[in-house]
């Protein structure tokens, strides 16, 4: 067990709200709770919290493995966006918090009321970070999707695999966890400079943290056996 202090981590005294699941933003927000922030998880009780909860196998009545490794260190509130009440415990919450995060679907940022402009009379020092699978703007941006479609459309499943066989998904969720270093180092340096000044919301989706970091175009086909 480490013997420092949680007051002596570089983002103690940072709180954070997120509405997050499954992996991406868990893994990201992890980072952030490791490093001291305060992280409140929100979970929708609707759908019976984060999906996380029931990944396979590891699972026991409301838990997982899953969702223990991606969740530690946090807290959690149930909250339900679609009520009026749940609104008003939200909005009584984000004067109290420096960054409000959500990795959801492109359009549910605007139709929740989680956007900067949605909070920034609230609190004008908020930071506002979105996670879409394809951005909140163009033709896709309604469209949820997985770490496994990106790593497709980015040319990453070309990269792996056997010689002859067709693209493989990587064993690991690489474009999900590709995204957060940009997010993460975003919301860091977003939340020191916000108490001077009011800041831009911040956007980031995997396809374009994949062609960044990948091929960008399916690599070469591989030389024919003999």
């Given at each position: ?45 609707v ?49 109290c ?30 930071v ?20 496994y ?36 180092r ?7 400079r ?5 800041l ?15 091929p ?11």
């Amino acid at each position: 067990m480490s013997d420092i202090s949680p007051h002596a981590l570089p983002l103690a005294g940072i709180r954070v709200l997120s509405f997050e699941q499954f992996g991406a933003e868990p893994f990201g927000t992890l980072q952030l709770a490791d490093a001291g922030a305060d992280v409140m998880k929100v979970e929708d009780p609707v759908l019976g919290g984060d999906v996380g909860r029931t990944v396979p196998p590891y699972r026991a009545r409301e838990t997982s493995l899953f969702f223990e490794t991606f969740n530690r260190g946090k807290r959690s509130i149930a909250l339900d966006l679609r009520t009026a009440e749940g609104r008003a415990t939200f909005h009584a919450l984000v004067p109290c918090v420096d960054a409000v995060f959500c990795n959801l679907r492109g359009d549910q940022p605007a139709r929740l009321g989680l956007r900067y402009a949605d909070l920034c009379e609230l609190n004008p020092r908020v930071v506002c970070c979105s996670l879409s699978g394809f951005g909140q703007t163009g033709p896709r941006a309604g469209a949820g999707t997985y770490d496994y479609v990106v790593q497709a459309l980015t040319g990453w499943m070309s990269l792996t695999g056997e010689p002859d066989a067709p693209p493989t998904k990587t064993g690991l969720s690489l474009v999900d966890w590709s995204r957060w270093p940009t997010a993460k180092r975003a919301i860091v340096a977003s939340s020191r400079r916000s108490s001077t000044r009011t800041l831009a919301p911040l956007r980031t989706s995997p396809a374009p943290c994949a062609l960044a970091r990948g091929p960008g175009r399916p690599a070469p086909p591989p030389p024919r056996r003999v």
